[in-house]
């Protein structure tokens, strides 16, 4: 074989635009120029991707510059992701808090919400404040979230009331809007209610009651004080002076379904209706009052003997209703009430999940709480229907406030307070929720009953089943929150409750004519002591009183009986509430 060809030589041109001689591959050589073009297009996905990881690198080192940055405004704060997406939201709102020269319309019914500042506690914590209160009408709750990815994200909910107070509020403020307008109401011979309403912590008692330095209260900064302060102001007034009012006050508690004297030893207090269908408090002291100071001293020991106590939800939890009543009466013998001014500091709400607790006295607690806050929802969203029935048998604390629904002189306001922390969202959700509920009573429902004469269907006949007609009622309108089987729980609860007052009842008959007995059965043995007694005379009436205490106490041990043998129902009922799945 002889040696291989040699490649011919590359052609110099000539290029007369050029000051360079460029060298042209020849074009019989397949495959040079593409692969030249291959090697250029590699070089540029090279550097194209070269750039965007350097894009890339940029970013996360400018997006850690930026998560630095706002982790630096709050240090150590593990919520900090949802903290910068509030201040964001914040940063876009345009804030007009109300102010004391505002004017707010006339209304029957006003529902307010009030935010309280985050406390020492939760700033120790660092807490996140996921409330915000941008204007008189508003409230934002910001409810973090999490999506399937685990991104963090906000849910912000609004609510639009006919009042809002931000953090920065006072009483003096809150009560400007809220009690004082509904003074002249009692006054013109009507109805006032003032409600607070909320979890306990969230400032309730502090907003009725007064401020609070430490575990002591200052009683002369709340609504009850400001209230009365304006009541005997009102009363000196030349407008006033001659209609000759006395001014008395009672305070008592709704704890468990049962009603106690808080200014007489914590008595209790039967709920009765008269021959008029009035309801009556028999046995609740009404003390008269001469001035603020004697209404403060009222308000501080009544207070002192509230019942409260532990819960799922709070360590110090507000177990019952407190209801602080001014009250107007002619001075004259009639003692004719003239007007009623009724304030409510509500049992904390987060008490309804203590339906479920394995204490059959808290569950109790929860059970009537819950009841109570529906019977009250239901009750002042018909106040302004007019033809609809009243549903204030199914809870003792619609029962004692019933003429607070009743007439076109009657006035109610609600004031629903929120804690702004973040473990709080939920919690402070449910009590917007509902009071944005309280907002819809102008709405008609089907459900609602109208009186066969058509007129507004508050007088119901007595008898064993109207409480239970209201409580169905109330639970066709509130499906949702009451199902069948807590529906079922709370009418045992109803009947447990029944029971117990007839056994009480009973025991209290037994212990009275026990004395009688006692004496009766002294006597006849003293009959013994004669030397020619009659023996056939006192057989007769030993026999004659045996009788009547084996009727009496069989009676009374029938009705104890029936008593455990409901404790037992209950408590297969609410072991059977808990066994089923939540949907």
Same mark, same amino acid.
């Given at each position: 074989m002889g040696p291989p060809p040699v490649p011919p030589p590359p052609v110099a041109v000539n290029n007369h635009n050029s000051a360079q001689n460029q060298i042209v591959p020849p074009q019989n050589q397949q495959g040079t120029v593409p692969a030249l073009r291959r090697r250029s297009n590699v070089v540029k996905e090279v550097e194209r991707l070269k750039k965007n990881r350097?894009?890339?690198?940029?970013?996360?080192?400018?997006?850690?510059?930026?998560?630095?940055?706002?982790?630096?405004?709050?240090?150590?704060?593990?919520?900090?992701?949802?903290?910068?997406?509030?201040?964001?939201?914040?940063?876009?709102? %345009?804030?007009?808090?109300?102010?004391?020269?505002?004017?707010?319309?006339?209304?029957?019914?006003?529902?307010?919400?009030?935010?309280?500042?985050?406390?020492?506690?939760?700033?120790? #914590?660092?807490?996140?404040?996921?409330?915000?209160?941008?204007?008189?009408?508003?409230?934002?709750?910001?409810?973090?979230?999490?999506?399937?990815?685990?991104?963090? =994200?906000?849910?912000?909910?609004? =609510?639009?009331?006919?009042?809002?107070?931000?953090?920065?509020?006072?009483?003096?403020?809150?009560?400007?809007?809220?009690?004082?307008?509904?003074?002249?109401?009692?006054?013109?011979?009507?109805?006032?209610?003032?409600?607070?309403?909320?979890?306990?912590?969230?400032?309730?008692?502090?907003?009725?009651?007064?401020?609070?330095?430490?575990?002591?209260?200052?009683?002369?900064?709340?609504?009850?004080?400001?209230?009365?302060?304006?009541? =005997? #102001?009102?009363?000196?007034?030349?407008?006033?002076?001659?209609? %000759?009012?006395?001014?008395?006050?009672?305070?008592?508690?709704?704890?468990?379904?049962?009603?106690?004297?808080?200014?007489?030893?914590?008595?209790?207090?039967?709920?009765?209706? %008269?021959?008029?269908?009035?309801?009556?408090?028999?046995?609740?002291?009404?003390?008269?009052?001469?001035?603020?100071?004697?209404?403060?001293?009222l308000i501080q020991h009544g207070n002192s003997v509230r019942t409260s106590g532990q819960t799922s939800a709070n360590q110090h939890s507000s177990r019952s209703h407190a209801v602080f009543q001014l009250i107007l009466r002619k001075r004259n013998s009639s003692k004719k009430l003239h007007g009623k001014f009724s304030f409510i500091d509500l049992a904390g709400n987060e008490r309804g999940a203590d339906t479920l607790s394995t204490n059959r006295q808290t569950r109790m607690e929860g059970a009537e709480i819950n009841k109570s806050l529906l019977a009250l929802k239901e009750c002042i969203r018909a106040l302004c229907r007019k033809g609809a029935h009243l549903p204030f048998r199914a809870s003792k604390l619609t029962q004692v406030l019933r003429d607070s629904f009743l007439g076109e002189n009657t006035r109610i306001c609600m004031i629903a307070t929120i804690s702004p922390g973040m473990q709080s969202c939920e919690l402070s959700l449910n009590t917007l929720r509902y009071a944005d509920r309280l907002k819809e009573y102008g709405a008609q429902d089907p459900e609602m009953k109208q009186s066969p004469n058509g007129e507004e269907g508050n007088h119901m006949d007595l008898d064993g089943s109207a409480e239970d007609n209201d409580f169905a009622q109330i639970r066709s309108l509130n499906e949702y929150d009451l199902p069948p089987e807590l529906y079922t729980f709370h009418e045992t609860l109803s009947h447990l409750q029944e029971m117990e007052d007839d056994v009480l009842d009973g025991h209290k008959t037994v212990i009275e004519v026990s004395q009688k007995w006692l004496e009766m059965d002294s006597c006849l043995f003293n009959m013994t002591n004669d030397v020619d007694y009659d023996v056939d005379a006192y057989a007769q009436q030993l026999e004659d009183l045996l009788a009547e205490k084996v009727e009496i106490l069989t009676k009374f041990k029938d009705k104890v009986s029936l008593l455990r043998t409901q404790l037992v129902e209950e408590e297969k009922i609410s072991e059977a509430i808990k066994r089923t799945p939540k949907k």
């Open positions: 350097e894009e890339r690198r940029a970013r996360q080192a400018e997006q850690k510059a930026e998560k630095q940055e706002l982790m630096n405004l709050d240090p150590g704060n593990p919520n900090w992701e949802f903290l910068a997406m509030i201040r964001e939201y914040r940063a876009s709102l %345009d804030f007009k808090p109300l102010c004391e020269n505002d004017v707010l319309d006339d209304r029957q019914i006003l529902v307010c919400v009030r935010k309280r500042p985050l406390n020492k506690k939760e700033l120790i #914590r660092k807490e996140v404040d996921v409330v915000t209160v941008p204007n008189r009408e508003l409230a934002i709750i910001h409810e973090p979230k999490l999506k399937v990815d685990l991104t963090k =994200f906000l849910e912000n909910q609004i =609510f639009r009331f006919d009042c809002a107070f931000d953090e920065t509020a006072n009483n003096e403020l809150v009560y400007r809007f809220t009690a004082q307008p509904l003074l002249q109401t009692i006054f013109d011979g009507g109805m006032a209610t003032c409600f607070a309403y909320g979890q306990t912590g969230s400032g309730k008692t502090h907003t009725m009651g007064g401020d609070f330095n430490g575990k002591s209260q200052d009683c002369t900064k709340g609504i009850y004080a400001l209230a009365a302060k304006d009541v =005997f #102001r009102f009363l000196r007034s030349s407008k006033y002076r001659d209609l %000759d009012l006395n001014v008395s006050a009672s305070f008592f508690e709704i704890y468990s379904g049962k009603v106690f004297d808080l200014l007489n030893n914590k008595k209790k207090i039967r709920i009765l209706e %008269d021959g008029k269908q009035q309801t009556q408090l028999l046995g609740l002291q009404e003390k008269i009052t001469e001035s603020m100071e004697d209404v403060l001293k």
